[in-house]
């Protein structure tokens, strides 16, 4: 009965190693065009080919009885191993191995003055060995008789590559082998034409046709190894290439190799962890840093000489240098050919010349055709940010239209010079200060000031310092502002009271939310540690009443030990966090106030630090505070405008 199984193994076992062999068969005028043939057909490098001879060509004699080399070539590749290093090094050594080639051992005849010349050469790797019975066809073939028979077995068997004297000859000079050259008219080259001896005529030895060659002033190109191959395998009445000049080569000019893309066309598409293209993420900007190298000027190179057959020089140009296309804030590395940026920002090429420029300009609206925006400077749109784009700037971002459901994120200032809707899901973030026209629908955060001209609704606006939104028609309704200082505005809810307001000053927004991280972390850290100490307990207990555990449990008994560690441990840093952010609320020297020039409605809230209030009643020019724990409302305290004036050098949103 067949094993299955066994014999899915021999099948699969069978097909790896098929795998790992690939042959072709291939024929060629020549060997090396052959073997060249097959390492295409297999895209493998010659060296890593593997060849047999299958039939070997033959040249012909007066252009009758050609012959095409055919050759069996293959290449075999590792079997893939577990271990990568290992194949990585067999790998190597197989590369180190040379290749042998495979090539049968030849005889070759020459009548030369001196007599009858016999050659045998050895074959390479399995190639078949020369035998007596060739050279004595050879020999034949050529008119030579009376050979010592020991003397042509001794020359095959050792097969030295050396011509030997075999024999005399009945010369007729007449009928020796005849070469002609031509130069070219460039004199690059040198072609020679050989014409075969007759009966009794010599052979050219390669020694004679280089002395021919330089005796009719072919000086520099001769082709000598390629001579001494002819002369063993002559061809003739054919025009044959002995000499070559070398062409006259001029140098390269200096250039400039940019290391940032100089085509501005070119937009580089970012493909998401989804798979699919993100046409937002263009990366059209190119951002550099101080000190980034832009470009390297490479030097020009020496030209080199040319020569002809004759021994002529051919003079090379050699190439132009270029000046460094520094434009500004640019410089010089050391070396005298790099080009730094002096400066953070957009890398651009003006007049040919290299900038770094502070500022990116769009000059009309951030959509698909800009894509998203990252820039290490400040950022200027003329037009609008449209819904869903995001705009990161490590300097100020100033927009001179909308900002619709969109991302801010700058390390400076943010300018919106109309305003800002965010429809519920826009995000505005600033290292430093916030103007604008109006908000609505959207978070704000600012380290320091968020100035509105227009109106603030239904929005979540959190300053490091105050909130003032103050014009003629200011108001804020419903949402949430948060402020360490002051929130200043001219009016503060809603007549009807149907958005919920809420003003909370005298502490830093972004503290007051890590608090509250830090409080809800321990507390369902604490509620996490209570019940992995009562499944900790009960299993201690059980162990002690059997005095073992089954494995699985003794598993959960050291996980649960583990897992009360790692709690103890989160409860102990949040202890840390809420302890160092309550120590910072205390001593935090702010007075905290809440201001309305105009009107505040009844809905609204007020939370100075610890202290809350719930407006009941409508008050006019009021500043809220708070005295001995309790909100105290008293007299309109105007804010400094000043300072509101001097922010972003001088900018406004009005």
Not at 31 to 49: K, N, Y
Not at 465 to 477: E, P
């Amino acid at each position: 009965m067949v094993d299955f199984a066994q014999l899915q193994r021999v099948v699969k076992a069978q097909l790896e190693q098929d795998r790992t062999i690939r042959a072709v068969e291939v024929s060629g005028a020549t060997l090396e065009l052959a073997v060249s043939e097959a390492a295409t057909l297999l895209d493998i490098p010659v060296r890593r080919l593997e060849y047999e001879i299958a039939e070997r060509g033959f040249p012909g004699i007066f252009g009758t009885g050609k012959k095409e080399w055919k050759i069996n070539a293959y290449a075999r590749t590792l079997a893939q191993k577990k271990n990568s290093e290992t194949v990585s090094a067999d790998t190597e050594q197989i590369a180190a191995v040379p290749v042998i080639e495979n090539k049968d051992g030849a005889v070759f005849v020459q009548l030369r003055a001196e007599g009858a010349l016999l050659k045998v050469i050895a074959p390479l790797g399995n190639g078949r060995r020369a035998v007596d019975e060739e050279a004595m066809h050879a020999l034949a073939g050529r008119g030579v008789a009376n050979v010592d028979a020991a003397q042509i077995s001794k020359i095959v068997r050792e097969a030295s590559g050396a011509y030997v004297k075999v024999g005399a000859i009945n010369r007729q000079a007449a009928n020796d082998s005849v070469v002609s050259v031509v130069v070219s008219a460039d004199e690059m080259k040198a072609h020679i034409t050989v014409t075969p001896p007759g009966p009794g005529g010599c052979d050219i030895s390669a020694e004679n046709y280089i002395s021919y060659l330089q005796n009719h002033r072919i000086q520099y190109g001769i082709r000598e190894d390629f001579l001494r191959d002819f002369a063993d395998r002559p061809v003739y009445r054919e025009q044959i290439l002995a000499a070559e000049g070398l062409k006259a080569v001029d140098g390269r000019d200096a250039y400039i190799q940019y290391n940032f893309e100089t085509d501005t066309t070119k937009a580089k598409l970012r493909e998401g962890d989804n798979g699919k293209v993100d046409f937002k993420e263009l990366n059209i900007i190119r951002n550099v840093v101080e000190n980034q190298p832009l470009a390297k000027k490479i030097a020009p190179e020496v030209g080199i000489m040319g020569k002809t057959v004759t021994g002529k020089s051919l003079p090379a140009k050699s190439g132009k240098d270029i000046g460094l296309p520094l434009g500004k804030n640019v410089h010089t590395a050391d070396d005298g050919e790099t080009i730094l940026a002096d400066i953070n920002g957009q890398v651009v090429i003006v007049a040919e010349k290299i900038n770094v420029e502070p500022v990116y300009e769009v000059q009309g609206n951030v959509n698909l055709k800009t894509g998203n925006i990252i820039f290490l400077g400040t950022v200027i749109i003329k037009g609008n940010v449209e819904v869903g784009f995001s705009v990161k700037a490590a300097g100020n971002i100033e927009v001179s239209g909308t900002v619709e459901r969109a991302e801010l994120d700058a390390e400076g200032d943010i300018i919106v010079h109309q305003g800002i809707t965010g429809k519920g899901n826009g995000i505005i973030r600033a290292g430093k200060s916030i103007w604008a026209k109006f908000i609505e629908n959207s978070a704000v955060e600012a380290g320091n000031m968020v100035v509105v001209s227009d109106g603030i609704i239904n929005a979540q606006v959190d300053a490091g310092k105050r909130i003032v939104c103050d014009g003629k028609r200011a108001r804020v309704v419903g949402g949430r502002l948060r402020a360490t200082e002051e929130i200043n505005v001219k009016a503060l809810g809603s007549p009807t009271g149907s958005s919920e307001t809420i003003c909370e000053v005298g502490y830093d927004p972004k503290s007051k939310d890590e608090l509250v991280r830090f409080t809800r972390g321990k507390e369902a850290a604490a509620a996490e540690l209570t019940e992995v100490q009562r499944n900790l307990q009960t299993l201690i207990n059980i162990k002690k009443q059997r005095g073992s555990l089954p494995e699985d449990k003794e598993v959960s008994l050291q996980e649960l030990m583990e897992r009360r560690q790692t709690l103890m441990e989160d409860v102990k840093k949040a202890d840390e966090g809420v302890k160092r952010i309550q120590e910072t609320f205390e001593n935090i020297d702010v007075r905290g106030r809440v201001s309305a020039s105009d009107k505040v409605y009844p809905g609204v809230r007020i939370i100075i630090r610890d202290a809350r209030d719930d407006v009941r009643n409508e008050y006019k020019a009021v500043t809220f505070v708070q005295e001995e724990g309790l909100i105290r409302v008293v007299k309109y305290e105007e804010t400094n405008k000043e300072d509101i004036k001097r922010g972003s050098g001088g900018r406004s949103a009005n």
